[in-house]
């Protein structure tokens, strides 16, 4: 704890200031989140230029009334919807402002938990490793870059590692599904944190997590969310996935693997 502690101090001084770029990446998934507060699920996905060539007026006049006096730039929401449900409880409580700066804060300690998981994995003791590995994750151009423009692809890579190292201790089979179930909400292509859980726990306890792990976040979501969410989400899934990385700068799944 005390090691983590001084890691935070030392790449919040890195990191000092560092402000969204325009919003790019953020300011829709806090509009998206009041959209699913209000109950207006089927304009979540609307805006977006796989679905609709990135028009929606209705999510164009809402977003300036939650966002002035600032700008609107960027993409639309793109996330899974359990993912609002995880957003929404925060977003209801803050303005825009309050919740970018929330935003980056939680980054920055998704980071240093980054580099504590990774010092274990490596079996690296001491402050010395623990700290030159989070100042290394801090001081990446693509680590910056993601902070910056306000992706969650720490808080998806800290929920990886963190499955991992579970299920490399003794720890409960469940606390690592848990972690794992975090990371795939956060991105889509975390579900391959699995294959290690087959690695690290053996056969039967791997296809355990997985069966209880992939219906959950296949079946259970069509169960309980919106149709018209569900709907729109799934369309703009396949129209991205027709779509190739380099062409739209795929920037946590490059931060990720550097």
């Known amino acids: 704890m005390l090691r983590s502690i001084g890691c935070g101090a ?20 806090y509009v998206a989140a009041r959209l699913a507060s209000e109950g207006r699920w089927d304009g979540i996905y609307h805006r977006s230029i796989w679905l609709h060539q ?57 980071m240093v938990a980054v580099g504590w998981e990774l010092s274990v994995l490596f079996g690296w003791r001491g402050f010395g490793p623990q700290a030159l590995l989070t100042l290394l994750i801090g001081a990446a151009s693509v680590s910056r870059d993601s902070l910056q423009v306000g992706q969650n692809g720490f808080p998806a890579l800290m929920f990886a590692l963190a499955a991992i190292v579970v299920w490399r201790s003794r720890c409960p089979l469940w606390l690592g599904g848990l972690f794992a179930g975090l990371a795939f909400i956060c991105k889509p292509w975390c579900p391959a944190v699995l294959g290690l859980c087959f690695v690290l ?39 991205m996935a027709q779509t190739s990385v380099p062409a739209f700068n795929n920037l946590s799944v490059l931060s990720v693997l550097e």
């Open 10 to 29: 030392l790449l919040f001084a890195l990191y000092v200031p560092a402000n969204p770029w325009g919003h790019v990446d953020l300011y829709p998934t």
């Open 54 to 110: 990135g028009e929606d007026p209705a999510w164009d006049a809402r977003a300036r009334e939650l966002i002035q006096p600032e700008p609107l730039l960027g993409p639309s929401f793109v996330y899974h919807p359990w993912y609002l449900q995880l957003v929404r409880p925060i977003a209801d409580r803050m303005s825009y402002a309050e919740f970018r700066s929330f935003w980056i804060a939680f980054c920055k300690l998704c």
């Open 201 to 239: 726990r053996g056969m039967r306890a791997g296809a355990l997590t997985s069966l209880a792990l992939l219906p959950a976040m296949l079946l259970l979501p069509s169960w309980l969310l919106p149709d018209a969410a569900m709907r729109d989400y799934l369309d703009l899934h396949f129209a």
